[in-house]
């Protein structure tokens, strides 16, 4: 068969593994050399392939993509850039098009959550009614885990390990300083709709004697003299109080209690401070000394405590994602199927873009206890393998070693374009 070239992009939030899956689908690509020729990185996400601003990703050694399996954050650039309407701003994707066809492009690898999922689904359509043979494939990744049909969202496993470890060792801190400083600590994490990282703090504690001794849940609608109420128990019956609260927290008209007025690129109201906020309802309700801190990016940059499980995953869907698109699948995304719960066990199957594309995945109610404030043991069973395993990077001098690229860029061919 002939060969052609291959675009690999990353979008939205990083994560420890984001790279572990450009490594996955970079060393597929190498095993192809029949099949795929140069394989080019978009600069900064899908931005870099509507700028035609290309990397030449065949540049870089096997060894420096061999560190991207242990190298956080994005190697390539990513963004927070949502494709309008294809309806009203047909132009961007034909642009899309024409960068691909320049540069003999037929495999589209896009590396990201639900929005790039409904990116990579509108570009094979469009090509097919533009007539370019072009294969489009949607690697998962999101913190959030929220993705549909896939059982877990690669980066979301080394977040939970992150979340989890973080509220046991914070709770210690905590429990030996309460009698004289600290009454409460809240901790606050990422998950706008979704609590699965707020969750995960949960398997820090193993009953409600240990922390955290409360969950703040997106899907469970804030109450504020319910939460007051428990945080006033815990501290009277344990002599402190622990929360994990997610930065999607809501009353029950749907309003984020940390609504900063602003929206994202995405068109996501922006948030932040819920911590702060539900830290002041302490003082001003209870009268407790508190702490608080965010996670923020901690969480999604920690590679040094990403769950091996985790590592696992994430490479394979990158090169599962390659594998589909040689085998001609189109609009699929290879999605994890848990096999097996204990020993865990998973595997990989192809998924329709089609039932993926703007969807979210949220807690079950039954993975929250009745009372609303703590995980149960289905959510417990769910949640344990995924931050199984360690697989620390390499450390040079006392700290990680990451990789090292070149980031050459590709000669552009087209007339400049405006976003």
């Not at 994005?74 to 309407?85: E, P, Q």
């Not at 914070?170 to 606050?188: G, H, I, Q, R, W």
């Not at 703090?201 to 804030?222: K, N, R, T, V, Y």
């Not at 089609?354 to 039954?366: L, T, V, Y």
Request: glycine share 8%; net charge negative; proline share 5%.
């Amino acid at each position: 068969m002939a060969q052609h070239n291959a675009f690999y992009a990353q979008s939205g939030g990083v994560t420890a593994v984001i790279n572990t899956s450009a490594c996955g689908v970079i060393e597929t690509c190498r095993r192809y050399p029949d099949r795929i020729g140069k394989v080019y990185a978009g600069h900064n996400g899908i931005i870099g392939a509507l700028t035609e601003d290309l990397i030449d990703v065949s540049a870089e050694s096997d060894e420096a993509i061999a560190a991207l399996r242990h190298t956080p954050g994005g190697a390539f650039g990513s963004c927070r850039y949502k494709l309008k309407d294809i309806e009203t701003h047909r132009p961007q994707y034909e642009r899309l098009i024409d960068v691909f066809r320049a540069h003999d492009i037929r495999y589209f690898f896009y590396n990201g959550g639900g929005d790039s999922a409904d990116t990579c689904l509108k570009v094979s359509q469009l090509s097919e009614t533009m007539g370019y043979p072009l294969t489009a494939i949607h690697v998962p990744k999101t913190v959030d885990n929220d993705l549909p049909i896939t059982d877990n969202s690669p980066g979301f496993g080394s977040v939970a390990k992150y979340i989890a470890t973080s509220t046991l060792e914070a709770s210690l801190d905590v429990a030996s300083m309460s009698a004289t400083s600290t009454k409460v600590f809240v901790l606050e994490v990422m998950g706008r709709h979704a609590g699965w990282i707020a969750a995960a703090g949960g398997l820090a504690g193993s009953d409600e004697s240990e922390a955290p001794h409360m969950i703040i849940f997106p899907e469970i609608a804030f109450n504020r003299q319910a939460v007051m109420a428990r945080v006033d128990e815990a501290v009277k019956k344990y002599g402190y109080c622990v929360i994990v609260v997610s930065e999607g927290a809501r009353y029950e008209d749907g309003t984020f209690l940390a609504d900063s007025g602003n929206t994202d690129a995405f068109g996501h109201r922006q948030l932040g401070g819920v911590a702060p906020t539900l830290a002041g309802m302490v003082k001003e309700d209870l009268g407790y000394k508190y702490h608080w801190a965010v996670a923020d990016y901690l969480q999604r940059s920690a590679r040094h405590l990403a769950s091996r499980t985790d590592v696992e995953q994430a490479y394979a869907v990158g090169a599962r994602a390659v594998e589909l698109a040689l085998d001609g699948q189109n609009a699929r995304m290879p999605a994890i199927i848990r096999t097996n719960n204990s020993p865990y066990s998973w595997t990989i199957e192809s998924a329709p873009l089609a039932e993926i594309a703007n969807q979210e995945k949220f807690m079950p109610r039954d993975y929250i206890s009745e009372d609303g404030f703590s995980i149960t043991e289905d959510c417990r069973r769910y949640l344990s393998p995924l931050i199984r395993g360690e697989d620390f990077p390499p450390f040079e001098n006392g700290l990680p070693v990451v990789a090292k690229l070149k980031l050459e860029r590709v000669l552009r061919k087209l007339p400049e374009f405006t976003l």
